[in-house]
């Protein structure tokens, strides 16, 4: 009820108050109402600029990691010694070695291996994918010459997963190992860069992103120089649904000691995460032959197939060399995710697949030498 210039409120339904009004200048109401209104809306446009979520409830986050497999077996490279042999006898030896590494790659026909892949995942539909060993292969015949791009292992996977209506876009890309090898005495070589990877799906959003290499370092003498193995991480800060995660993916040494220190550094930078956090990538040991590496994630973090799947064999590393060989099944838990406690493991998986090659004859083949392995989980 409004009379003249006055509104009022009426309180006559308490019997114990005397009937009054308590009225308020209508010019008053229309000054604070206002006021009240940008307030609020400054608030919220506040709340959205320091990037706060938009909603609380539990969202189901899928995440992949899958060794991608060079096509050959790179610790021949790696355990290259130049001791002891004369210049010409080392170039003998290093072309009979990038020959051998160009047989293989052919061999094991990457863009067939894709395809498979890019099937498994169609099927999985995981939210992020963790990528080891996402080579870019190039070739220069002579001097001078330019680079020649042979395989593009990144490229030829998503090319793989359009031809499947999948769009996976790469939200961040870390060169590791960016090595030249001689192919003969004339300037031929063959340039070999080991890459880290992760894919996001549709509907996730990428926040920040960040990637580093490690300090200790694998180095070995090759045709009188030395060649670095370089090692590193990708942190991804995801948002999914309004929530925010985080994905972690690396690819630690296998050989020596080199494995251990690179997880003291990974462990340095993310074992007291400030946000739900995911660490999925090829750790190179079995949590039973590296049970210090394993304690010390599972400090902070869970170990998804662990905690899901219990005792359950679940070997991800290595399917032998040739990948043409069926009986000899992975026996190694190398391809690890862990979690923290705000994600609850729903489905933990191991991915693996068989597909047809016609490269340089018809056969079947393991799509890598490493399984993936695959959790789908609820952050609450």
């Known amino acids: 009820m409004i009379l003249g210039r006055k509104s009022f409120v009426d309180l006559s339904f308490r019997r114990d108050i005397p009937r009054r009004r308590i009225s308020f200048p209508r010019r008053a109401l229309l000054i604070v109402a206002p006021c009240i209104a940008f307030c609020l809306a400054f608030v919220s446009f506040a709340a959205c600029k ?33 001791r002891g042999k004369s210049p010409r006898a080392l170039l ?12 293989n790659i052919r061999f094991h026909d990457f863009p067939a291996r894709a395809r498979g892949i890019a099937a498994k995942i169609a099927l999985l539909r995981p939210d992020a994918i963790g990528l080891q060993e996402a080579f870019l292969i190039r070739e220069r015949r002579g001097l001078p010459g330019g680079w020649t791009v042979r395989h ?21 890309v870390l060169e590791n190992t960016d ?62 649904s309004g929530r925010v995660f985080r994905l972690i993916t690396t690819h630690l040494e296998r050989l020596g000691r080199y494995k251990y220190e690179q997880n003291e ?38 170990d998804a197939w662990e905690k899901k799947r ?34 609850h493991p729903l489905r933990v998986k191991r991915v693996y697949a068989r597909v047809d ?3 340089p004859r018809p056969k079947k083949i393991w799509t890598s030498d490493h399984a993936g392995l695959f959790a789908e989980l609820e952050l609450r």
Not at 201 to 229: E, M, Y
Not at 315 to 341: K, M, N, Q, V
């Open 50 to 82: 320091k990037g706060e979520p938009r909603a609380r409830g539990p969202v189901r986050v899928g995440v992949l990691t899958q060794n991608l497999f060079f096509g050959d077996n790179l610790l021949g490279l790696a355990r290259f010694s130049a």
């Open 92 to 103: 003998r030896k290093a072309r009979k070695l990038t020959r051998g590494i160009l047989r």
């Open 152 to 172: 593009d292992y990144l490229k030829e996977l998503q090319s793989a997963l359009k031809r499947k209506n999948l769009s996976y876009t790469v939200a961040a």
């Open 179 to 240: 090595e030249e090898i001689p192919l003969d005495g004339r300037g031929s070589a063959l340039r070999i860069t080991d890459r880290l990877a992760v894919l996001v799906g549709p509907g996730v959003r990428v926040r920040s992103q960040k990637s580093g290499r490690f300090r200790n370092v694998l180095r070995k003498n090759l045709v009188l120089r030395t060649i670095s193995f370089p090692r590193g991480y990708i942190k991804v800060d995801l948002e999914k």
């Open 265 to 302: 550094e990974l462990l340095r930078l993310f074992e007291k995460p400030d946000r739900p956090q995911l660490i999925a990538g090829d750790f190179n040991v079995d949590p039973g032959r590296g049970p210090g590496m394993y304690r010390d994630w599972r400090r902070r973090h869970y």
């Open 310 to 343: 219990g005792k359950a064999k679940g070997g991800t590393c290595c399917f032998r060399i040739p990948l043409t060989d069926r009986r000899h099944f992975p026996g190694s838990r190398f391809d690890l995710i862990f979690a923290t406690e705000e994600f």
């Open 357 to 359: 090659s016609r490269v």
